[in-house]
């Protein structure tokens, strides 16, 4: 059974930066793609981005340039380095196993908060 956990989240002013984390157990990482997600209070789900098993990485357009996804295999992590945070970027933030082993789990969430 894939085991998903995030961390990292709090809350940060408008223009701070967060870097949350996702630890993945019971699957052989190194061939999973790896999404995040987002859902704000009162909205649905959203994908933020994706990393491949190559390393590659594509990002929803209100996040590209600002979000940076990245993985590493060794520690079976993933990662989502948040820049230039606005408020509209509060939300909780989910990683889920998009291909591979695993392929649907979800972890438990963490609170992301962007305000003054």
């Known amino acids: 059974q894939v085991h998903l956990v995030e961390s990292g989240g709090g809350l940060v002013q408008p223009g701070g930066s967060l870097r949350l984390s996702c630890a993945v157990s019971?699957?052989?990482?190194?061939?999973?793609?790896m999404k995040w997600y987002r859902q704000a209070p009162g909205k649905q789900r959203e994908l933020v981005g994706i990393i491949y098993t190559g390393g590659s990485t594509e990002y929803a357009d209100s996040v590209k340039g600002r979000f940076t996804i990245s993985r590493d295999n060794a520690k079976n992590m993933v990662y989502l380095q948040m820049n230039s945070l606005k408020p509209e970027d509060t939300a909780v933030y989910y990683c889920n196993v998009a291909s591979g082993p695993g392929t649907g789990s979800w972890g438990q969430g963490t609170q992301v908060t962007v305000s003054s």
């Open positions: 019971g699957s052989t990482f190194s061939f999973n793609a």
